[in-house]
Every structure is written in structure tokens, then in C-alpha cells.
């Protein structure tokens, strides 16, 4: 069956109907574009703060590591002189720190015995010197530590043997009783590419509480910043600093496994729920010079704090579609009571824009002088304000938010309720982009800081270059076009002087020598005053009278004293095409205060370098002495072994000349055949037993010395000689050669004769070797 409703009933329904879908839609088109924002701006809002706080953190821990490498790359001299003298030196050196440097605990270093004492063989022993600050006075401790062998669940065994810088995990410092939250900063002792101890810093990490605790980019935003091992070091409730991560947070522990993304210092971003909230969270890693040992800021911010806003704008959008819908509603019911049959038309139209269609030539025109031309009036006007409001909205939705919107009446709620969500967004907007201008003048800071710390830990022992770097820098970074650097001169007490050591304009480095009095010009005002000197508007020719930098005609001058617990330590000075912002000025007063620190350490390295130079130079006098002393000692004792070696060499040859002369008297008492042995000369130098009954001799000294004339036939003689000076001259044996030998009875026999030629180590022949064997 079907329904049958009344005229204004129809209408009234229709209108609603239609109302609440063009509604539907357009909410939830808004809503949807809103919420999709509102989440993409949150995510790089909190990516934006997380690197922000991880960069400041960075920042603060890589200015005490860049002390600790100074203090450890001064160390390496520590073997080449005695204790004493490199106490005289490095007490100073820690005294001065731990007055000038509240934040440091203690102040320390350790040199292993191998390294500095002479002979020392073990790889275990040192001698560490602390430095601390008690009640106002300084401490300076010195104890021999592993003495009997290393720890092996030490920080310091870690370190060793890593031979890297490192960044401890945060441990429980004792300070009068109370008890704080620290971390050491120790970098590598090295010579000759070998470990040799330790420098380093322990400091508190207290501070970081704070500064965590400002971080809130949303309401109920939580930060955390924890340490490699899963220790929070500060947190947003600072009831859960010092606990591990395993404890406050275990569901994300054990689903994202926080602490092994922070010990291999990866980035990550991931969304997880608590009592139902749904949370975005953001981890950033934190690594701290060469430490294998990384931290990381965890930043989590409620998804509904987010859209609280957004779903704000979206209600109130809502609620004025449906006064709206409410308001035509009541003037169609009104309406529709006094009109019957004649307003089929009208009704028909009606009809059409309940469905949406609000096109302009479907418009009607009624001229009946009453309300049903009035009622067409109206439709005709809600047609033009629905395509202008459907317009504006269209606008809005496409992000042109300065579309400009007129109200139909003083009483278009719809219109208001549209303009005020414009305002709002709008206003968001302005919003991001200011936070955007503070977070990149933040950001941009931050990264001076960090580039200075890099530049400020370049030639610590040339004051000159250190200048040009810092000058060169920070005209670059500022974007000024000229600057310039005065260090105050004392060599001369009386005369105390301000020298430019360097100076730096349009990108290139000037080498001007000017020496600027206290007092005198911009330059020593700021000396005398000690406070920062900003001037705008220059004359052409004021700068030239009153600036240290020449005759250029910049707009802005700035002039920073470089100060370090009061005391000047010079002057920066700068000049401009433009006005020098807050943010500026602010960070070159910073960063002075940073650059009076290092210009005072390396005045300190460069007088410690000159006293060293001196005891070098005096050491190696003695050293000098001492080697030659030391050879004269070798060349003695190399004297006294070779004369042992040669005593020793003749005992052996005068015991084998003794063996080889027993061995040649048992041949020629023993032999058949005759044997003797001549010289050059012809005489007679051995003879054999038989040789003497040849010979027809009673003993071998009626022999020795003797020729064959002595003893044979001349004829016979001759031969034998002359063979024998033929071997001697040929160097060449004979063997075996026929010889007549007349023998004492008178009778001849035949015999063989074998001549050899004696020769000696250089390859002379000194005499001849013959054997006779008688047939």
C-alpha cells in the first residue's frame, strides 16, 4: 500500500532528507581532508622535535668529547718525559678544567706503565691522575690501578680494547652522599698507532631532565631520552628516569625491539595503542663522535590530541548544516500550510533542489504578487546562496583559504559557520608557518653549534689558522660580507694591545697586521665594555673613523666580545649588507662564548708547547750524551769480545796444527814410499824416514834446510830440481815420471816420482810435495 503524505509533510521530508546527505558529504569530505592534515602535520612535527632534541643532546655531548680528544691527542708526548715534569703541565691543564667547566665531574686520565716505562714488557698496569671539584677546591688524585692484571668487566678494559672513542652508558655518580645520574667521555691515548690510555671527562647527565621535560609539541606528548643499554636518562615523568625501558615500556620492547634499534642507532617511526589511544611514536638515534655506544630520543604523542581541533571545526560545521536544515525545515512546514495546488511548480522545483540540483536555469519566476512569488523569490535566492556557499566550501576544500565569502544576511549562520572555519584554518596555518620560521632558525642554530664544534677542534696549536677558520666560518654561516678577529695581546702587561689575527671579506682571506689600543675605536670599547655592540644605519664614512675593518660602507656592524668566565679573551667583529636578526645575534654571542674557550686552551697548548720544546730540547742534550757514553761502552765491550773470539780461534787452530802435525810425523815415520817437502827455495823443509835412508842422512836436521846437491849425483840432482821448479811454475802436478836413482852402495834402480805443487788460502804455490817410490 502506499504511503500518502501531506504537501507540507512531502516537503518537509524531502528537504530534510536531501539536507542531511549534501551534509553527510561534505562532512565527511572536510572531515576526512581535515583529519588527513592534521595526522601529516603531527608526523613531521614530531619528526622536527625529535631530531631537534636529538641534535641539541648531540651537540652538548660532542663539545665535551671534542675536550677529551684535545685532552688525549696532548698526551701522546707522556712517554718521552719523566713524571714529574708532565704533572707540572697536565694538573694545570685539569685544575683549569674542572674551574671552568662546572658541568665536568671529574677530569681524568690513565697512561698504561708500558708506555712510559722503560723495559715494562706486561700489558696490564697504569697510573691514573682525577681531577675533581669539592666545596670550592680542587682535588687532583693519583692511584696505579691493575697492577696484578686487567678487569674484564671494567669500562676501562672495554675501552682499551676497543681503541676507539666511547660514550658510556649512563651510570650512579656519588657526590657528597647524593647520588646522580652520569656518563664518561673517553678517547684513546695513542702512540705509534698503539693503545697507551685513557683521556677523558665523567659528567653529569642531570641537565637533560630539563630540557626533556619542555619538549611538548602536544598535550600529553611523552619524551624519553635513553641510553645504548635500554637505561632512560630523562624522561617526561621524571619518576621513570633510571629505569630500563624493559619496565616502562614492555609492549613496545617487545614488539618494535627498541633497545636493538638504539644500540645499532637506527631511525624508526611506528604507531601503537595504550588504554585504547592510538600514539605516534618517534625514535632518533643519537651518535656521539666514533663511539660504538649509541642513544636515542623517544617522542610519542597521542593521535587524539592531534585531531582535537580538527574534529572541533568538524562538529561545528555539522551543527550549522543542521540548524540549517532545522531553520528550512520549519519555513518550508510554514510554507507549505498555506499553499495547496498552485504551487505544483514551485513544489517540483523544490523537489529538484532536494536532490541536489541547484543549476542556475532552474530558477522560476512567479509574478503573483503574493507569497507563492515570494516563495519563488526565496527558492530563487536559496538556489544562489547554495552554489555560493557550495562554492566557497569547493574552495576551502581545495586549500584557498584566503577565497573570499560574503554572509547572505547578518542571520547566515551556515555562511558564519563556514568563515569562522576559514579563520581557523587560516589561523592553523599562520600557526605552522611561524613554527616552521622559530623551528628552521632553531634548526639552523643548532647546526652552527655543531659546525663550530668541528671547526673549534682544528689546529689547536696555531693560534693564526684557528683564527682564520673561526673568522672565515662565521662570516659564511651569518652571511656577512667581511669580519675580522682581535686577540688580546699580554705579552707585554703594560702595553696591552689588541691584535687582528685574522680577517676574512667577499670570500677571501685578507692578511691585514693592525693592533687596535683598549679603548680605542669600536674594537676596544667592546673590550673595555665587555658587551656586544650592534650598529645600523652606518654613515659612509663612520666606519672608516670608529671600525677596525677597513673603509667599506655596510649597513650593519656587529661587535662580540669573546668571553670566558669574565674575561675577554678578544674581540669578533663584523659587517653586513643586511640588519643582523635576534636569532643571529644571539647565536654569535653563543658561539663567542665557545671561541674564548678554545682561544684560551690554545694559548695554554701553545705555552705548554714552548715548555715542552724547551725540556725536549734539554732531554736530548742528555739523551745525546748518554748514546755516546753508550757506544764508547759497545765499542769497548765489541773490543774485548773480538780479541776473546780470536784467542779462542787460535787455541782451536793450534790445537789442530798440533792433531795435523801428529798425523803428518806418524806418515813419514810410517811410510814405505820416501816423502818429502820442499820450498820455493829448493830446501829441504820434512822428510820421511824412508826418504832419509835415500838420502843416505843420519838425521832430518842434517836434512832441513839442504838441497839434492848435498846428498846425490850432480847430473841426478839437476833432474830432480828442474822437475820440481817446472810444478812450481805451472802450479801443475807430475805423476808418476821414471826416474834413475843411484843409491849409496852403488847400485841404480829405477823409481817413480810424483811432485806436487803446496798452495796456499790466496792461491800461491809456497813450495812443492814429492813422493819416490823405488821399484
Request: net charge negative; charged share 25%; with cysteine.
Amino acid at each position: 500500500m502506499k504511503l500518502k503524505l501531506r504537501l507540507g509533510a512531502k516537503l518537509l521530508l524531502y528537504v530534510l532528507s536531501t539536507s542531511a546527505v549534501i551534509m553527510l558529504v561534505i562532512g565527511l569530505f572536510i572531515g576526512f581532508r581535515i583529519n588527513k592534515i592534521a595526522r601529516d602535520n603531527a608526523i613531521k612535527i614530531a619528526q622536527n622535535e625529535a631530531e631537534k632534541t636529538a641534535y641539541k643532546v648531540k651537540s652538548e655531548l660532542e663539545l665535551d668529547m671534542g675536550f677529551t680528544r684535545s685532552l688525549a691527542d696532548a698526551l701522546y708526548i707522556y712517554p718521552k718525559f719523566d713524571t714529574i715534569t708532565l704533572d707540572s703541565i697536565f694538573f694545570n691543564i685539569l685544575r683549569n678544567q674542572v674551574i671552568n667547566n662546572p658541568r665536568y665531574l671529574t677530569v681524568w686520565y690513565s697512561i698504561e706503565y708500558s708506555a712510559y716505562k722503560p723495559g715494562y714488557t706486561k700489558n696490564y698496569g697504569r697510573r691514573s691522575v682525577t681531577a675533581y671539584l669539592r666545596d670550592g677546591d680542587v682535588g687532583i688524585d693519583i692511584e696505579h690501578k691493575n697492577v696484578t692484571g686487567d678487569i674484564v668487566t671494567s669500562n676501562y678494559y672495554g675501552s682499551k680494547t676497543a681503541n676507539v672513542e666511547m660514550l658510556i652508558d649512563p651510570y650512579t655518580f656519588d657526590i657528597g652522599g647524593n647520588e646522580v645520574l652520569a656518563t664518561s667521555l673517553s678517547v684513546p691515548v695513542r702512540v705509534n698507532g698503539r693503545f697507551a690510555g685513557l683521556g677523558g671527562v665523567d659528567i653529569s647527565l642531570e641537565k637533560f631532565q630539563n630540557e626533556v621535560e619542555k619538549i611538548k609539541p602536544y598535550p600529553n606528548t611523552h619524551v624519553s631520552l635513553i641510553a645504548g643499554e635500554g637505561t632512560i636518562i630523562a624522561d617526561t615523568d621524571p619518576d621513570n628516569a633510571r629505569q630500563n625501558i624493559t619496565v616502562i615500556f614492555p609492549e613496545d620492547e617487545a614488539s618494535q625491539k627498541l633497545t636493538e634499534k638504539i644500540k645499532e642507532g637506527r631511525y624508526d617511526m611506528y604507531f601503537s595503542y595504550v588504554d585504547g589511544n592510538e600514539l605516534l611514536n618517534i625514535l632518533t638515534p643519537i651518535e656521539v663522535g666514533e663511539s660504538p655506544v649509541k642513544w636515542a630520543i623517544k617522542l610519542s604523542i597521542p593521535l587524539s590530541e592531534v585531531v582535537v581541533e580538527a574534529r572541533r571545526s568538524i562538529f561545528y560545521t555539522i551543527l550549522v548544516f543542521l540548524l540549517g536544515v532545522i531553520l528550512q525545515s520549519v519555513v518550508i512546514w510554514f510554507i507549505a500550510r498555506k499553499i495547496s495546488k498552485p504551487v505544483t511548480k514551485t513544489t517540483q522545483l523544490l523537489n529538484q533542489i532536494a536532490q541536489g540540483d541547484i543549476s542556475d536555469d532552474k530558477k522560476i519566476f512567479v509574478s503573483t504578487g503574493d507569497e507563492l512569488e515570494e516563495m519563488a523569490q526565496s527558492t530563487n535566492k536559496l538556489i544562489d546562496g547554495l552554489n555560493y556557499t557550495e562554492q566557497f566550501a569547493r574552495e576551502i576544500g581545495k586549500g584557498k583559504l584566503d577565497a573570499d565569502f560574503k554572509l547572505l544576511s547578518d542571520k547566515d549562520k551556515l555562511g558564519m559557520a563556514l568563515i569562522e572555519m576559514q579563520k581557523n584554518l587560516v589561523r592553523a596555518k599562520e600557526m605552522e608557518e611561524q613554527r616552521k620560521v622559530e623551528e628552521k632558525q632553531q634548526i639552523w642554530a643548532t647546526k652552527g653549534m655543531a659546525i663550530f664544534g668541528d671547526v673549534l677542534r682544528q689546529h689547536s696549536d696555531n693560534l693564526e689558522e684557528l683564527s682564520y677558520l673561526v673568522i672565515k666560518n662565521l662570516v659564511s654561516y651569518t652571511e656577512s660580507v667581511q669580519g675580522g678577529l682581535f686577540v688580546v695581546n699580554e705579552n707585554d702587561p703594560q702595553d696591552i694591545t689588541l691584535d687582528m689575527s685574522a680577517s676574512y671579506a667577499y670570500n677571501r682571506r685578507k692578511f691585514l697586521e693592525k693592533s687596535i689600543l683598549p679603548n680605542e675605536g669600536l674594537v676596544g670599547r667592546c673590550y673595555i665594555e665587555g658587551k656586544t655592540i650592534l650598529m645600523t644605519n652606518i654613515p659612509k664614512d663612520y666606519i672608516k673613523i670608529t671600525s677596525g675593518l677597513g673603509e667599506d660602507s655596510p649597513r650593519c656592524l656587529i661587535v662580540v666580545p669573546l668571553k670566558v668566565n669574565d674575561v675577554v679573551m678578544g674581540v669578533v667583529e663584523m659587517a653586513s649588507l643586511n640588519v643582523y636578526e635576534s636569532y643571529q645575534v644571539e647565536f654569535i654571542e653563543k658561539i663567542a662564548g665557545s671561541i674564548a674557550s678554545t682561544l684560551s686552551n690554545v694559548k695554554v697548548n701553545i705555552r705548554t708547547a714552548e715548555l715542552l720544546a724547551k725540556t725536549q730540547l734539554q732531554a736530548e742534550e742528555m739523551k745525546a750524551q748518554e748514546e755516546e757514553m753508550r757506544q764508547n761502552m759497545e765499542e769497548l765491550h765489541a773490543t774485548q769480545e773480538e780479541m776473546e773470539r780470536k784467542r779462542q780461534e787460535q787455541e782451536v787452530i793450534q790445537a789442530q796444527l798440533k792433531h795435523d802435525k801428529a798425523v803428518l810425523n806418524s806418515f813419514l815415520s810410517h811410510s814405505s814410499d820416501a816423502v818429502y817437502q820442499k820450498s820455493v827455495d829448493g830446501g829441504y823443509q820434512r822428510v820421511s824416514t824412508s826418504m832419509l835412508e835415500l838420502l843416505g842422512a843420519d838425521s832430518i836436521q842434517d836434512v832441513i834446510g839442504m838441497d839434492e846437491h848435498s846428498f846425490m849425483p850432480a847430473e841426478q840432482a839437476n833432474e830432480l830440481m828442474r822437475l820440481e821448479a817446472d810444478v812450481v811454475k805451472s802450479g801443475s802436478p807430475v805423476i808418476d815420471k821414471k826416474m834413475n836413482f843411484s843409491l849409496l852402495d852403488g847400485s841404480v834402480k829405477k823409481a817413480f816420482v810424483s811432485v806436487f805443487p803446496v798452495i796456499d788460502d790466496s792461491g800461491q804455490v809456497f813450495g812443492v810435495l814429492g813422493i819416490v817410490k823405488l821399484k
